[in-house]
């Protein structure tokens, strides 16, 4: 309709761009942030997705943090922590901090988040902490949690966002409303969250390091269209836009206005598989899609070579990553000659796309075109990323393009996600395997450094040989922001150090 636009509608049209472009630049203490989908909550405990728990991190806050190099922990809420000699008593010592409402952070707060994520029926992240036995205030500001085994990755679970600190007292009185509207120490506070369209954050004045903060409030502008995102950032509407095209880098690279950030991620982007439907629960057909699919060919197309080929659910860089994995070749013709030999040679799935997200739409018809070539059919569903999760969560696909991005230092986070038959179906692929469930516990308790590497090992040679997912590509996050920005930063994990960042 705009395109109709008679020369009136287009004058009031370029003003209000101009209104809006002016408006950003008197709101200097305003980071704007372009981001491709809405939050879906802010109940930590309830969401699984980036698009939550990167906001997460700036409103709530942890006992224990991962540092800005993604590689230790560091203290959070807690000032300190100890652990008994049998590995079973953690000892937290909680610092003087005050929730964005004026009340107290205190031990009992902290124990009840972490019973909560343990014991709730909502909560995504409940078998991660059934390792927690009892979780009490010793008094008001010390902690003290009893394990029911020793947990090597427990305290690198305890900087996970979504068992951060939250107050007892509001989230009892109103858990809905809270979900809504909450109540954090972080160093920012929710001002107000607009459905579809923006996340406005205030400066909280109560959080316990507010001298360090620059900026006066954040705003997360939900812009689905990739292109229209980059344009916006290109004319100043908002001062950064994050998931960056990769088709858009090299041009973004030579606006002397911006500034193209690209930090070391734990991404993997892999092609989830329904194990559930028809064919797909044998193996040899998910063997055959793994044959008939070109991830180089991917890499090369889709992240213009900023990627590199995956061939594990543990990334590069992370704790115990196997280099050595098994990576099948590219081979159609050997796939389509499993699928035949499996009863599947007239195979059609069905695909779910991210509408809008260029990268995963291009991937979407290289995939089609290249399990083509085994015989395979795939009809393309496009939907709103904020319909896809829940078409997985109900099992509503045979196939899907996602990432991951892990949280926290250890693998068993991932790995119980992914393989441990959790709450999540195994990140909705319904993947059985009871050797490796079995192993992902054993691998949880494991003390022995060496021991527990060569479990981690077993455990991504058992998952490529069964195919559980398809591994794809690995890349950095890629990021854009205005030139008068400074300290933008996400780490590994994914966390944004918005505390830390300037607008000038």
Known sequence: MKRHLKKAGLAAFAALLSLSASHAAFAAGVLTIGRN????????????????????????????????????????????????????????????????????????????????????????????????????????????????????????????????????KAVEADPDGFAQKPVGSGAFSVAEWRRGDRIILKKNPRYWDAGHVSLDGVEWIVIPDDNTRMLNVQTGQIDAAITVPFSRVSELKKDPNLVVEMDPSTREDHLLINHEHGALAKKEVREALDLAIDKKAIVDAATFGIGEVAYSYIPKGALYHYAQNLQRPYDPAKAREMLKAAGASDLTLKYIVNAGKETDEQIAVLIQQQLAQAGVKVDLQKVDPSQSWDMLVNGDYDISVMYWTNDILDPDQKTTFVLGHDTNLNYMTRYKNEEVKALVEAARLETDPAKREAMYVQLQKMAKGDVNWIDLYYSPYVNVTRKNIEGFYQNPLGRFFLEDTVKN
Do not use: H
């Open 37 to 168: 989908e809405d939050s879906t909550t802010f109940d930590p405990i309830k969401s699984a997705q980036n698009v939550d728990n990167w906001v997460f991190s700036n409103v709530f806050d942890v006992l224990v943090r991962v540092d800005r190099s993604g590689s230790k922990l560091v203290p959070g809420l807690a000032e300190s922590w100890t652990i008994s000699e049998d590995g079973l008593t953690y000892t937290f010592k909680l610092r003087d901090a005050t929730f964005s409402d004026g009340s107290p952070v205190t031990a009992e707060d902290a124990a009840f988040s972490l019973l909560r994520i343990r014991d709730d029926k909502g909560s995504l992240w409940s078998d991660s902490f059934k390792i927690v036995d009892t979780a009490t205030a010793a008094d008001p500001k010390t902690l003290v949690v009893k394990l029911k085994s020793k947990s090597v990755p427990f305290l690198a679970m305890m900087a996970l966002p979504n068992v951060s600190v939250l107050p007892k």
